[in-house]
């Protein structure tokens, strides 16, 4: 199957001003979701993936920048992470009628996701 990068993330301390950066420069398209303090970017091309732009609050969310790699069970790559030398961040989150994501961090100590869609 493969494991293809199917979102990525912009962590900024002001994502309005990000946000607006962002439209204005690419044309992009961006939806602020503000009871889920996010926001969903459409980058309006069929060739690349979508993404989104998060003020980070309090926690395991350090850096700037993320990207969440498909995977069809959370809980075998967190293993297969640690086993690796990874070490996980954030065990498992639910975003409702989606999927699931995890936050790990790598050797280097790169933070990325792995995301897991509902069935």
């Known amino acids: 199957m493969g494991n293809p990068v ?14 607006q950066f962002y439209a204005d420069v690419f044309g992009w398209q ?9 926001r969903y ?8 993936i979508n993404g989104g ?3 980070p609050e309090s926690g395991p969310m350090p850096g700037n920048m993320t990207f969440y790699i498909d ?20 065990e498992e989150i639910d975003v409702p009628g989606m999927g699931s994501f995890s936050l790990f961090e790598d050797p280097e100590g790169r933070v990325v996701g792995i995301w897991c869609q509902s069935e």
Not at 41 to 48: A, L
Request: hydrophobic share 40%; net charge negative.
């Open 30 to 38: 961006i939806q602020a979701q503000p009871q889920m303090n996010y």
């Open 53 to 55: 732009i998060i003020k």
């Open 71 to 90: 995977v069809d069970d959370l809980a075998e790559y967190r293993l297969k992470i640690i086993e690796a030398g990874g070490r996980i961040l954030v």
């Open 6 to 19: 199917v979102h990525w993330e912009l962590w900024s301390g002001n994502p309005e001003r990000v946000s």
């Open 41 to 48: 970017v459409h980058t309006q091309s069929e060739r690349g």
